[in-house]
């Protein structure tokens, strides 16, 4: 039998991108998760108005070991990488990015972009694929309608559809909005562990009240997860699933690896401008330097013990 209590994680706000950084609401990860599923690392944005804020400004920096996930609710990001890519993010449309052995890419917000909303998302690669070759896909999925509420799957599979997009373990990923005082059960896959990442309104996973930018925690062993909007205004959250991830990571910047000397390697490469990450074109400035290495050595980071 799966936990049946639902465990709320609150964000904490965080720096991105350097210099020009605009702040994001980070829920993973944390002291008390790591991980759900495979997913190890999610920041949430806005609304921000960019006249206020500045926008997006992210200069070339380096991934290994995991998928970055891109999803907007407004707005609109430039994305560049070492693979060739020129692509845009946009409302509704999924950008993912595979690092692997090593990539590099910058996200701007355009030109033309008001008010900018939406997640940051990583997925960490098992061992047996964290050295896999860089890639890129796109995938705008179309909205199903479920009892008062509108679904836009990403990832995986839920409510009858399916993503085409390739990940490296079972994963889900999917936008919810949620008509006022509507409630739909959704069947899910009992293996999996499942977040809800609420932005706007008062949602209930399974009777548990969350709050925009709280992340709700559901264990494995469920077959079904009832979403209920307490909200008079359409709520939108964003639910992400897979099967537990029982390999031990290395989190570090923008490096995901198994020891602290795969983190130290990383870092080497990407100050001397190695070949492994490759160059990004296109960006009007320089490139982010890696962060001094703490003292100590970096140690792994796990979930606490499954009840």
């Not at 050295?131 to 309608?145: E, N, S, T």
């Not at 990832?155 to 006022?180: C, H, K, N, Y």
């Amino acid at each position: 039998m799966g936990d049946t209590e639902v465990e709320i994680l609150t964000a904490r706000d965080v720096p991105l991108g350097g210099p020009r950084a605009m702040t994001v609401r980070r829920t993973l990860p944390q002291r008390s998760r790591t991980l759900i599923g495979a997913w190890c690392f999610a920041d949430h944005y806005g609304p921000d108005r960019v006249a206020d804020s500045g926008g997006m400004d992210v200069a070339p920096h380096p991934h290994t070991g995991l998928q970055t996930v891109s999803w907007l609710f407004s707005g609109e990001i430039e994305h560049r990488d070492s693979l060739g890519t020129h692509a845009f993010v946009r409302p509704g449309e999924l950008n993912l990015m595979t690092g692997g052995h090593g990539i590099a890419h910058t996200e701007v917000s355009t030109p033309d972009t008001t008010v900018l909303h939406g997640v940051q998302l990583w997925v960490a690669l098992p061992d047996e694929h964290r050295h896999a070759p860089r890639d890129f896909q796109h995938h705008a999925p179309k909205p199903l309608r479920v009892d008062g509420a509108d679904i836009r799957v990403f990832l995986g599979t839920l409510a009858g559809d399916a993503s085409p997009v390739r990940t490296f373990t079972p994963l889900l990923g999917a936008e919810l909005l949620i008509d006022p005082g509507a409630s739909v059960t959704l069947d899910v896959d009992p293996a999996f562990e499942h977040g809800l990442l609420v932005d706007q309104g008062d949602v209930r996973l399974d009777g548990t009240l969350l709050r925009p930018a709280e992340l709700g925690y559901a264990g494995t062993g469920r077959t079904t997860l009832t979403l209920a909007n307490d909200s008079a205004e359409r709520a939108r959250a964003v639910l992400l699933g897979g099967t537990p991830f029982e390999e031990e990571i290395i989190m570090w910047w923008n490096f995901i690896g198994r020891s602290h000397e795969d983190i130290v390697e990383a870092r080497e490469e990407w100050e001397k401008a190695s070949a492994r990450f490759g160059e990004v074109e296109g960006y009007p400035g320089d490139r982010l330097p890696a962060p001094a290495l703490p003292n100590a050595r970096i140690a792994p980071r796990k979930n606490p013990a499954r009840r």
